[in-house]
């Protein structure tokens, strides 16, 4: 059975950094693309991130490039969102999906003063 | 970067049938944007019901069926049942990018 837990979520202030990361199980986690998805409290989804298998290939939406890295190790079966210079706007349930077929259950990011 | 749009909210009589659709800002919707559908419930994380335009999940119900329809994609449900209310949202894949509609809330009423 595919899992994806994620975890490293919580309350911050504006400017601070948060690493996210999202453990994997029930099917060879080196073989698949994997994603960080987002949802901000009452809106819709949006991508955020994306990684290919081995790592060598990585995209982020606009809002985000320079500020957060989507990385692997594909050892230990976990993906990971380093974010940085986090916004108000950034406060969200943070979703890790495997390719677009299966997702996490979220973590909840809070940015606030 | 793409615009992807969907109907704000639709709504269903139990066992009718309703045609949600996705729009692309960049021109039609094809295969090539990889067309996904998702379906998300109150409190829930979201699951994907249809990839690659009409590919079924091994637990989307047979009553869904997607399709590519004047230029869009489309998500359609055939005989549509009380636990089939929720938002549902699209995705298409823009070189490297994915983009999401902004969901539509389907009522079953």
């Known amino acids: 059975e595919v899992q994806l837990v994620e975890s490293g979520g919580g309350l911050v202030q504006p400017g601070e950094s948060l690493r996210l990361s999202c453990a994997a199980s029930?099917?060879?986690?080196?073989?698949?693309?994997m994603n960080w998805v987002r949802q901000a409290p009452g809106k819709g989804l949006e991508w955020v991130a994306t990684?290919?298998?081995?790592?060598?290939?990585?995209y982020y939406v606009d809002s985000v490039k320079g500020r957060f890295t989507i990385s692997r190790d594909n050892a230990k079966n976990s993906l990971y969102l380093q974010m940085n210079s986090l916004r108000a706007e950034d406060t969200a349930v943070y979703y890790c999906t495997r390719g677009w077929l299966y997702w996490g259950q979220g973590s909840l990011v809070s940015v606030s003063s | 970067q793409a615009v992807v749009t969907q109907e704000p909210s639709l709504t269903v009589s139990p066992g009718g049938t309703v045609t949600l659709t996705c729009d692309s800002s960049?021109?039609?919707?094809?295969?090539?944007?990889?067309p996904y559908w998702f379906q998300q419930k109150p409190g829930q994380a979201p699951r994907t019901l249809i990839y690659?335009?009409?590919t079924k999940h091994s637990w989307t119900p047979a009553r869904f069926s997607g399709s590519l329809l004047g230029g869009k994609t489309a998500l359609t449900l055939s005989g549509a049942q009380p636990e089939d209310e929720a938002e549902y949202y699209c995705?298409?894949?823009?070189?490297?990018?994915?983009?999401f509609g902004g969901g539509t809330k389907l009522t079953v009423l």
């Open positions: 990684i290919k298998q081995d790592g060598s290939e990585k």
């Open positions: 995705s298409l894949s823009y070189s490297g990018a994915r983009v």
């Open positions: 690659d335009t009409n």
């Open positions: 960049t021109g039609a919707v094809t295969s090539s944007h990889y």
């Open positions: 029930g099917f060879t986690f080196s073989s698949y693309w």
